[in-house]
């Protein structure tokens, strides 16, 4: 059974970071992609990240590139996002995804806010 299971989440000041966590089980971790995203309330999920499974990385909106990273331990089947200079945007529920089999995490709830 495939989980991915998301941590890290919680508040934040302004111009702080964070690293969330996805932990995943139920497969090989190193032969899949995944992704981060995250979703506002009443908004669509918006893509953040890619790592392929060569460990290759892509982060896609302009809003975030320079500010969050996403990277993959494949012994620990973990997928980690690092998010620094969080902006009261950012704040969102975070959730990883493998797409194929189209799998997700239930989200972590990131605030930002003084």
């Known amino acids: 059974q495939v989980e991915l299971v998301e941590s890290g989440g919680g508040l934040v000041q302004p111009g702080g970071s964070l690293r969330l966590s996805c932990t995943v089980s139920g497969f090989t971790l190193s032969q899949y992609a995944m992704r981060w995203f995250r979703q506002v309330p009443g908004k669509a999920r918006e893509l953040l990240a890619t790592t392929g499974s060569a460990d290759v990385s892509t982060v896609y909106p302009e809003s975030v590139k320079g500010r969050f990273a996403i990277s993959r331990d494949n012994n620990k089947s973990m997928i980690f996002l690092q998010m620094n200079n969080l902006k009261p945007e950012d704040t969102a529920v975070y959730y990883c995804?493998?797409?194929?089999?189209?799998?997700w995490g239930r989200g972590t709830l990131v605030t930002v806010s003084s």
């Open positions: 995804n493998r797409p194929t089999g189209n799998n």
